[in-house]
């Protein structure tokens, strides 16, 4: 019993992570473009949050509400104005660009806040909990779960059905030939990522309410993300989930083993898939 | 009567001719510098000197190699961790201690390549630093170096450092003291070697191979280049630098643990901005963005984590309106280079006879 326990824990968890990921997912998709500075944006919407709670006694799960919005802007006014300037055949422009972001937003938050860690107040969900057939399950890792399952089937679904998603699709596919077709490239990889940094505030929301923050753990989430989405397969949003669910997974069970192997289980795992499916379980994008 | 046409190719220009000169007799002065300098100032040099180590390096890896890797701290801690465990459980003497640590360096190198090899541009990046992380928590675990709050170099090694007692001897100045000039020497021959190897590299065939990997990989295989072979040697040959000067740092600190060793922000980070701030791509770059790093350092450091910030602001801002940074900007204007790499032809018209 202890055993389904961890496996269900395990699943939960990855929820978490397919929220970090997914993000990192979507904008790697459309633009190919990996944004190193994922897992500080993710620490900056918990800020956000953060301060939305404190100063309007909102409760977060509200304050996430106003915080969407504003991180939308955000990710538009950053991609328009400084990430679609170095997009291009040359990798080496935006990883820098966006390691640099990550360093300065790192610094700007601890600076800000200080590098105490912090925690999202929760009332009285934090301790709720579901009895399913005999095992007691945490009301919030499964709102975080069946957040991860609705974002990646709302994503799929604008994908497949908008005309937005038309236009992401035909700007991934050839950003050239979508141009002459009326579509601008700029605005669309503006509005990816703006969609991007709201599944972040969801993930931040999460990341905020389940744990302490603090400024320094923005890395690390970056690297849960992208084994993620790794594991899954470039460019498949389903894939993603199931990569969390893996990271999540091992995670739980090598903690269950052995506390301090928790991380290094999670790292492991991916290593493994790495050597088996290097291109991951469910590759879609060709490169 | 009949014109042959001879030429002679070099890349030599007159700037480099004497920039040679003058670096010649900078490199003298350096090494007899420690009879006149200060102690402090010898520290200064000794960091300038290993993180320009680490910087070209990097360079040649990214810049070079077109491999974008933020897991050189992965080598630099291995490094620093092999000299440890080898003068502490073994007793080897440190210095020796630091070819070692190169060698580690090497042979975490082979499965790093095999696992980040598999990750294309972008993903490689991340790849590599995973491979640091998993690093990190290993040794993390390793109780006989201290786990993961580390440990020190112990007085009965620091004060068997071989030659540490000749320059005592010879320049009257305390153990401390013989230990720093002991380093600062082999971090100046660290970073001639460094740049010297890495210069040579380039202007050999396999820098031609390399540049051509780089600038188009289809194009360079469809002239035979084996791009992935050329991937290898440049990873491979950068672990191997960045595993010693990783050993040397830490001699010279006497103390070690997994979160500094490995730490992406002091091994990995400083030497990107470094790089690309004095111009990813080129042998000067990085030299005249470690002068720049250490102004700012020094001028800043009182200022904590807004140090970070501002240089992570100039990180962006270079690559976004200087990509080629300042040297790049300096070229532009100028058109010196001092370790040209460009091939030139020089035509001689010779009339014989017939």
Known sequence: MIWVNTIVQGILLGGLYALFAAGLSLVFGIMRLVNLAHGDLIVLGAYLILVIVTLLGLHPLLAVLIAAPAMFVLGWVLQKYMLNRVLGDDILPPLLVTFGLSIALQNALLEGFSADSQRLPTGALASASLDIGGLSVGVLPLLTFASAVLVVLVLNRIFYTTSLGRAFRATSDDAVTASLMGIKPANIFAVATGIAMIIVTIAALYLGMRSNFDPN??????????????????GSLWGTLLGGIIIGLAQ???????????????????????????????????? | MSTTASYSVSTATR??????ALGLVLVVGLFVAPAFISRSLIQDLFFIFTMLTLAQFWNMLAGYGGLVSIGQQAFVGIGAY???????????????????????????????????????????????????????????????????????????????????????????????????????????????????????????????????????MEAAKSVGVDALRMKWVVFLSAAFGTGMTGALIYMQKARISPDAAFSVTDWTAYVIFIVVIGGIGTIEGPIIGVL????????????????LLILGLIGIAVMLFAPRGVWGLITDKTGIQLFPIRRTLHFKNNKEEG
């Open chain 2, 82 to 216: 092999t000299l440890f465990a080898s003068s502490i459980l073994l007793g080897v003497d440190p210095v020796f201690a630091i070819v070692l640590g190169g060698l580690a360096g090497l042979a975490l190198a082979v499965p790093t390549a095999f696992f980040a090899f598999r990750l294309n541009g972008a993903y490689f990046a991340i790849g590599t630093w995973v491979i640091a992380e998993v690093v990190r928590l290993l040794v993390a675990q390793w109780k006989a170096v201290g786990g993961g709050t580390g440990t020190s170099l112990p007085r009965s090694v620091r004060s068997e450092i071989v030659f540490t007692e000749t320059i005592e001897s010879l320049s009257g100045v305390r153990a401390a003291a013989a230990r720093d000039i002991l380093a600062y020497w082999l971090a100046l021959i660290l970073v001639i070697s460094a740049i010297a190897g890495i210069y040579w590299l380039l202007r050999t065939k396999r820098g031609l191979a390399l540049a051509a990997v780089r600038d188009n």
């Open chain 2, 15 to 20: 700037a480099s001719t004497i920039a040679g």
């Open chain 1, 252 to 287: 739980t069970i090598g903690a269950a083993i052995n506390p301090e192997w928790q991380i290094l289980s999670g790292h492991i795992a991916f290593l493994v898939v790495l050597i088996f499916r290097p291109r991951g379980l469910f590759p879609r994008a060709t490169d």
């Open chain 2, 292 to 307: 720049i790093f250490f102004l700012l350092q020094s001028a800043l450091s009182d200022y904590g984590s807004w140090y």
């Open chain 1, 217 to 234: 753990i923005g890395p690390a989430r970056l690297i849960y993300a992208f084994e993620a989405v790794i594991i899954g397969g470039l």
